[in-house]
């Protein structure tokens, strides 16, 4: 077993699966400020679906709901309603409640209906799971696989909740809304610590607004443009000079 090998690629695939989250679920179909070439969005479904075993239908459901009720008590996650620590630590359980919620994935992502890849494939969360897990352990062997499997979710788990925590309590807010923007939380988080002008503008597909703040999804998102696997429908013109 190379447990310094498991723990960077598990940190590497963590951020991958968060770039791929904020990229595609997040500006993508959440907030439709991009579109995704039906190649890159089957590619991105798969991933996603081995890496992290999350429903796009869910998250976007959960994610509008956050948008449309930020830091009342209809936000699933808000740390200043439920607490910081409860929201960094227990934001996948957190996510989970809203999202097996039939009613609110129903009213808040009809724009997203099951296909049969869903049926057939996404919707089995632990089938995408095991198999991320058989290919880190066919790829590295069985015990650095497994340090492979649990270093990528306790990283990609965390960020998520930093993203909710963090970026609703700590930082700078220029912008007239309760989230917050974190420069060393926008690093870790591929552009999403960006959480103010982000809520400011929620369906720009750019969240870094001034010198200084790093958006990685938003570069990412370039260059997806310029190979041709991403149209960019809409992004802030109110940019300072990022
Ligand atoms: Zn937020
Ligand atoms: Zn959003």
């Not at 960077?8 to 990229?23: D, K, P």
């Not at 439920?82 to 808040?108: I, M, P, S």
């Not at 880190?136 to 909740?161: D, E, K, N, P, R």
Request: hydrophobic share 45%.
């Amino acid at each position: 077993m190379n447990i310094w090998l498991g723990v960077v690629v598990g940190v590497l695939l963590g951020q991958i699966a968060t770039l791929a989250t904020s990229v595609y679920l997040h500006r993508g179909l959440t907030h439709r400020a991009l579109t995704v070439h039906p190649a890159a969005a089957l590619f991105l479904r798969t991933f996603l679906w081995v890496s992290t075993g999350i429903r796009a239908r869910e998250w976007v459901a959960v994610h509008r709901k956050h948008h449309a009720a930020s830091d009342t008590v209809g936000d699933p996650h808000s740390p200043i309603v439920l607490g910081f620590w409860r929201v960094q630590l227990a934001n996948a359980a957190l996510y989970r409640r809203v999202a097996r919620d039939g009613e609110t994935v129903q009213k808040y992502a009809r724009d997203i209906p099951t296909d049969r890849l869903d049926r057939w494939f996404f919707d089995h969360a632990f089938l995408g799971l095991g198999i991320g897990i058989t290919i880190a352990c066919v790829a590295f062997g069985w015990q650095t696989g497994l340090v492979v499997s649990a270093v990528h979710a306790v990283t990609y788990l965390m960020i998520s909740g930093a993203i909710n925590a963090v970026g609703h309590t700590q930082g700078s807010r220029p912008h007239e809304n309760k989230a917050t923007n974190g420069r060393v939380l926008a690093l870790l988080t591929l552009g999403e610590g960006l959480h103010n002008n982000h809520h400011n503008t929620p369906t720009s597909a750019r969240f870094s607004e001034r010198i200084g703040e790093f958006d990685i999804g938003w570069w990412t998102v370039r260059l997806l443009v310029a190979v041709r696997l991403v149209k960019i429908r809409q992004f802030s013109r109110d940019t300072v000079n990022a």
